[in-house]
């Protein structure tokens, strides 16, 4: 399982870090990626890390912005989220695939790798007010 937490409502131009606790699995062997849904809107995919972090994919809307970031020891993923706009509110779900780390983060090559075969956190919503 994924408990995802750290949502809520912010200005633009604030920050948050989002937060995804794993139980039942260790994360050391497994990708982990964030995805979001703003209302009326596709899912889009937000970061993707492999499980060594060699490989690292962010969403063109939010490169330079976000940071996507692990803690092995505690078993959880983040994402850092900075000079948020209205346009990042949305449902931000946390994901972890398998992926050995003997691999060396391959086959992984775009956003979709996180969302293919993973665990689904249940989302977190953040709202932003211009």
């Known amino acids: 399982q994924l408990q995802a937490s750290g949502g809520g409502l912010v200005q633009a131009g604030d920050s948050l870090r989002l937060s995804c606790v794993a139980s039942g699995f260790t994360l050391d062997d497994y990708a982990i990626g964030w995805f979001r849904q703003a209302p009326g809107k596709e899912r889009e995919g937000v970061a993707c890390?492999?499980?060594?972090?060699?490989?690292?994919y962010y969403g063109d809307s939010v490169k330079g912005r976000f940071t996507i970031s692990r803690d092995n020891a505690k078993n959880t993923l983040y994402l850092q989220t900075n000079s948020l706009n209205p346009d990042d509110t949305g449902v931000y779900y946390c994901?972890?695939?398998?992926?050995?780390?003997?691999?060396?983060?391959?086959?992984?090559?775009?956003?979709?790798?996180?969302?293919?075969?993973?665990?689904w956190g249940q989302g977190t919503l953040v709202t932003v007010s211009s």
């Open positions: 994901t972890a695939r398998y992926q050995p780390r003997f691999l060396e983060d391959e086959p992984l090559d775009n956003l979709k790798f996180c969302a293919e075969y993973s665990y």
């Open positions: 890390r492999g499980s060594t972090g060699v490989r690292t």
